[in-house]
C-alpha cells in the first residue's frame, strides 16, 4: 500500500512564494507519473502539475511561469515550488501518484492560502 504525505502548506501574502512537498512510501515512485491538484472552496478539484517518471512535465495554464514541479527519485519525494503566487491560488492541494499499474494514490492534502 502506497502513502502519500504532503508538507509545506501555509499563510503567505500575495506575491510570495511556498514549497510544498509530497513523500511517498513503497518503491514503485520513480516510474510512476506524479501529479499536484488543487481543490478550492466550492469548486471542482483541478490539475495543477503533472511530471512523468522520465522528467516530462504539464501545467495548468494558469500556473505556467510561475510553478514549477520536479521529483527527487531517490528520496521518494516530488515538490511544487510556487512563485507570485496569488490570492486565486487558495485551495487545498492534493499530490497524486498514478502507477504504471494504472492504480491511483492520494495524499491528504496541504492546505495554502495567500492573502491579498
Known amino acids: 500500500q502506497v502513502q502519500l504525505v504532503e508538507s509545506g502548506g501555509g499563510l503567505v501574502q500575495a506575491g510570495g512564494s511556498l514549497r510544498l512537498s509530497c513523500g511517498a512510501s513503497?518503491?514503485?515512485?520513480?516510474?510512476?507519473?506524479m501529479g499536484w491538484y488543487r481543490q478550492a472552496p466550492g469548486k471542482q478539484r483541478e490539475l495543477v502539475a503533472l511530471?512523468?517518471?522520465?522528467?516530462?512535465?504539464r501545467y495548468a495554464d494558469s500556473v505556467k511561469g510561475r510553478f514549477t514541479i520536479s521529483r527527487d527519485n531517490a528520496k521518494n519525494t516530488m515538490y511544487l515550488q510556487m512563485n507570485s503566487l496569488k490570492p486565486e491560488d487558495t485551495a487545498v492541494y492534493y499530490c497524486?501518484?498514478?502507477?504504471?499499474?494504472?492504480?491511483?494514490?492520494w495524499g491528504q492534502g496541504t492546505q495554502v492560502t495567500v492573502s491579498s
Open positions: 511530471i512523468a517518471g522520465g522528467g516530462t512535465t
Open positions: 513503497g518503491s514503485i515512485f520513480s516510474s510512476s507519473t
Open positions: 497524486k501518484m498514478v502507477t504504471i499499474y494504472y492504480t491511483d494514490y
